[in-house]
């Protein structure tokens, strides 16, 4: 996938599928998808705080050849976007952020310096170019997407 597709096809179909969870009944919204499973609310939290974390502590630390802090404890990292999903929040507004999360990263991605996007850079033992890691999201989203659909 292409940053490009990334950025047009890719995120039209995010954007018309988070929509889509406004329409969803409010219980299930915040029930499990299935038996020890994350509801919808901790999914779409989930997505979007990758995205913040994307734009924070990624992008702004990303140049030729730099290696990166190994990602977050992704047991804490992702109950913290399920306690958040279940702060209170509506379900509007769990939507609400999603989309704005990524509105935001695709901003950032489509305002960046093409050198930038080309960088490689490391996280841990693996290498890899911003284009790759925010093309990777496509996988994340469908991933999540089909446990919900």
């Avoid at 597709?5 to 029930?31: C, I, K, P, T, V």
């Avoid at 734009?55 to 702004?60: E, N, V």
């Avoid at 790759?132 to 999540?144: E, L, M, S, V």
């Amino acid at each position: 996938m292409t940053i490009d597709e990334w950025l047009d096809e890719h995120n039209q179909q995010y954007f018309s599928w988070l929509e889509g969870l406004r329409g969803m009944d409010r219980a299930a919204f915040f029930q499990p998808v299935s038996e020890g499973k994350w509801s919808p609310a901790a999914i779409v939290m989930h997505m979007a705080a990758w995205d913040h974390y994307t734009l924070d502590k990624r992008i702004p630390h990303i140049s030729e050849g730099v290696k990166l802090e190994k990602n977050p404890d992704f047991q804490k990292f992702n109950e913290q976007a399920w306690k958040k999903a279940d702060s209170g929040l509506s379900q509007s507004d769990i939507i609400d952020e999603a989309r704005n999360e990524r509105e935001l990263l695709m901003e950032t991605v489509r305002t960046m310096d093409k050198d930038k996007l080309n960088a490689g850079f490391s996280i841990g033992d693996e290498s890899l170019t911003l284009k790759g890691y925010i093309t990777d999201f496509a996988w994340h989203d469908q991933h999540h997407m089909k446990q919900i659909n």
